[in-house]
Nanobody, 127 residues
């Protein structure tokens, strides 16, 4: 069983930055092949895949955040990060960390149905 705990959300002005963190409770999961991702859900909208990274460090991004958001990981700390720069009001959402305990095809990495482990979310508000 894997527990994911997000942190780092908050309220910022447009153009500012935030860094989200997601700590995974088990080192055995993060030491093997896996895929982890950030999703977001705005009120009244479906959950959207934002960025994904696998245990080999390969990354994927949704088009709307490319060049502004950067996903990374610190395997020694079992922690996933999302650096969000040049934030826009349309980035306002609840952000969730998700994990899958093996590699995923590139076309599945931003699909929520591929992930079985989820955090509780952290709110990001941009005004």
């Amino acid at each position: 069983h894997v527990q994911l705990v997000e942190s780092g959300g908050g309220s910022v002005q447009a153009g500012e930055s935030l860094r989200l963190s997601c700590n995974a409770s088990t080192s055995s999961f993060t030491g093997s092949g896996y895929c982890m991702a950030w999703f977001r859900q705005a009120p009244g909208k479906e959950r959207e895949g934002v960025a994904a990274i696998d245990s080999d460090g390969r990354t994927d991004y949704v088009a709307s955040v490319k060049g502004r958001f950067f996903i990374s990981q610190d395997i020694a700390k079992n922690t996933l990060y999302l650096q969000m720069n040049s934030l826009k009001p349309e980035d306002t959402a609840m952000y969730y960390c998700a994990a899958h305990p093996s590699f995923l095809p590139r076309n599945m990495r931003l699909w929520e149905g591929a992930y079985g482990y989820w955090g509780q979310g952290t709110q990001v508000t941009v005004s």
